[in-house]
């Protein structure tokens, strides 16, 4: 069976990206099962960047093809903030995902409601041997100002979906990776999948 690496350490995402894709005849590792412990510095100026230098970095080191994203959450009344930024949106040193929600319900009170956005995801497949393929998805709705549900992480329980009346934390992980912006830009990616693991 073809082994793809999940270049994340965050397991929220390894939980989504597993189910997304359990259909898909490969075998999903994480660095942890390859006792590979590393960070990749995310400084680059676009999402694209930023998933694509984690990807090239966890596969040079594993020495097998791997699939990183980058993702944000962009609030229109904040002219897209937090964006690239959001897992990094506050400055206080060990910030949980609760502390990122209440700093940003704290920028965005006083500003007109509702407070549209959207999740970005971009997936970056990077080979050892150099290539790198990219596939991006969305999903919209807005933020609300209490909490809602116990499923998913980061700002999943203040982000409502546009027509559902749901967070992303009141849904259910198969729901969720149906709709979500990583299950758009990981479906899109499918086929790429395939031609880098030759299948």
Not at 2 to 23: A, F, P, S, Y
Not at 158 to 176: H, N, P, Q, V, W
Request: charged share 30%; with cysteine; hydrophobic share 35%.
């Amino acid at each position: 069976m073809k082994e793809l690496l999940l270049g994340t350490n965050n397991k929220g995402k390894v939980e989504e990206m597993r189910d997304i894709l359990k259909q898909m005849d490969i075998r999903l590792l994480t660095p942890a099962m390859l006792g590979l412990e590393m960070e990749v510095s995310e400084d680059g100026d676009t999402y694209e960047e930023n998933a694509a230098l984690k990807a090239a970095a966890f596969s040079k080191a594993s020495g097998l093809p791997c699939l990183a994203d980058d993702s944000g959450l962009e609030v229109d009344v904040l002219d897209g903030q937090p964006g690239l930024h959001s897992h990094r949106f506050t400055s206080q040193p060990g910030a949980t995902d609760a502390d990122r929600r209440n700093y940003l319900l704290k920028k965005l009170q006083g500003k007109p409601r509702p407070w549209l956005a959207h999740f970005h995801a971009t997936i970056a497949l990077a080979h050892p041997d150099g290539r790198v393929r990219i596939s991006c998805g969305e999903c919209t709705g807005e933020i609300i100002p209490d909490e809602r549900g116990r499923n998913g992480f980061g700002y999943d329980p203040i982000f409502l979906f546009s027509g559902l009346g749901r967070t992303m934390a009141e849904l259910g992980m198969d729901e969720k990776n149906r709709i979500s912006h990583r299950a758009n830009a990981l479906r899109k990616a499918e086929e790429m999948i395939k031609e880098l693991l030759d299948l």
